[in-house]
């Protein structure tokens, strides 16, 4: 009997075959990253500089130059639940575009939370919990970073408390309900609970920067209490490159050894540097030679439209300062459904990749990429969440312009969540109300203003 069209569609990897080792890209770059700088002094910071904020595990993590680092035990149990995670050839939407090109995806939805989130929210929390940290707090775009670390706290037993973008918090209530159920607070930042959110009116819709002031702000006040941040930062995109590594093997199971373009969404960077990292190292080596590309929202463009800079990772400027591209640490961006993207900078490690030539960048409008959403719901079967949208926008770009040159191209991204929570995005998109918003000259210079004046 043939073997059915469907399973050839989805590659696996069995259990065993899961990584034990999360993966830096450091050691391997022609050059080192800028450090971070201290925000009083200017001076690179050390260890004892973030002690307030994090455990010395996950510092330990942030500023090593070693290749690999183990994932402990306990983590690999909870990766278990979803993990390995499905790597999909798209054949239907292929069809449908008439194009020679071979398009994969790897699909995070599978997590509990929905999302890729969880792969950083789990080690963040037991690395926590380990350290008798009793409390998190920290902020959250269009939810899926909160629904994660409230999971995981959930596991290991910490109170976690979230600072929602109030854009997002107003737009996607389904989102606050799910990290109540797994045990999280939930504030619309900016927040009458904090200095940095009453800076700012109550009705005001928020951006990441705002809401991260908000929770560093609490976490700094009590000793049992710390900080954990979704992206941006190097051991938040370490833990994220268990999907690149299984995507690897996958393509490997699917005779696929010379891939040609790799695609990922940017907002922070940790959804793009966990799919892109090993494909980069493998390049880097000699071994394949795709093109690593990100995609980010033309209303948030730091990579393409950003300077690169030292600045502040929140609004407040409560955090180190950080070399990275960046819109201006008070850039609030337009309230775009993509909720997830709505950040100021680029992750450090990524600007530098960037700035070192090693990737390509480009920005997409978000009607744009809805268009591609629909197109690959109707196809494949799933709503994704709006963030991926963007690099699902660019691959069938790239797959329709195979079909114009006859080009048979592997095309690679990351799916990293679903959107059963963003449908009201899709009804405002599929009703003809979403509308597309872009950056001034004007605004961008004004927000570039505030950037510290440091070499």
């Not at 629904?147 to 706290?153: D, K, M, N, R, V």
């Not at 691959?395 to 959107?419: D, F, N, R, W, Y």
Request: hydrophobic residues 40%; charged residues 20%; aromatic residues 8%.
């Amino acid at each position: 009997m043939a073997s059915s069209p469907v399973k050839q569609h989805k590659f696996l990897l069995d259990e065993s075959e899961m990584p034990t080792r999360w993966y830096n890209i450091v050691p391997d770059l022609p050059a080192p990253p800028p450090p971070p700088l201290h925000p009083g002094t200017h001076q690179p910071i050390g260890p004892e500089d973030l002690a307030g904020l994090f455990p010395m595990d996950l510092i330990a993590q942030e500023v090593s130059t070693e290749r690999y680092i183990d994932i402990p035990e306990e983590v690999q149990e909870v990766y278990r639940l979803w993990r390995p995670s499905p790597l999909y050839r798209a054949h239907s939407l292929e069809k449908a575009l008439g194009t020679p090109a071979r398009i994969y995806y790897k699909y995070e939805g599978v997590s509990p939370a929905g999302s890729h989130k969880p792969n950083t929210a789990v080690p963040q929390v037991f690395y926590n919990a380990r350290a008798g940290v009793k409390k998190l707090t920290t902020e959250t775009g269009a939810g899926q970073w909160g629904t994660a670390l409230a999971f995981a706290c959930s596991l290991f037993d910490l109170e976690c408390e979230v600072w929602q973008v109030g854009g997002s918090y107003d737009a996607k209530p389904y989102r606050r309900t799910l990290i109540e159920t797994f045990g999280g607070t939930v504030h619309r930042s900016p927040s009458r609970l904090t200095e940095a959110g009453r800076a700012f009116p109550e009705d005001h819709t928020g951006s990441l920067g705002i809401a991260i002031s908000e929770a560093v702000e609490v976490a700094a006040q009590r000793e049992d209490t710390k900080y954990a941040l979704g992206s941006v930062l190097n051991h938040v995109l370490l833990h994220q490159t268990v999907i690149g590594e299984e995507a690897l093997l996958q393509l490997a199971k699917a005779g696929e050894t010379d891939v040609d373009l790799v695609i990922g969404c940017t907002g922070g960077g940790s959804n793009f540097g966990g799919l892109c990292f090993p494909f980069l190292r493998e390049k880097m080596a000699g071994r394949i030679n795709p093109e690593i590309r990100a995609v980010e929202p033309a209303s948030a463009p730091s990579l393409t439209r950003g300077e690169y800079r030292y600045d502040f990772g929140d609004t407040a400027g409560l955090t180190p300062l950080m070399k990275m591209h960046t819109l201006g640490h008070d850039f609030v961006p337009d309230p775009i459904h993509a909720g997830g993207l709505r950040y100021h900078g680029m992750a450090p490690l990524i600007s530098h990749v960037y700035e070192l030539g090693l990737m390509t960048a480009t920005s997409v409008d978000q009607t744009a990429c809805f268009d591609a959403a629909v197109r690959f719901a109707r196809t494949e079967g799933i709503v994704p969440a709006p963030e991926p949208t963007h690099a699902l926008a660019v691959a069938i770009q790239e797959a329709l312009a195979c079909k114009e040159t006859g080009e048979e191209k592997v095309i690679v991204t990351a799916l990293c969540g679903h959107g059963l929570l963003d449908l009201a995005a899709y009804e405002a998109f599929l009703a003809g109300r979403m509308t597309d918003s872009g950056l001034s000259e004007e605004d961008l210079r004004t927000a570039l203003a505030a950037v510290p004046a440091i070499g």
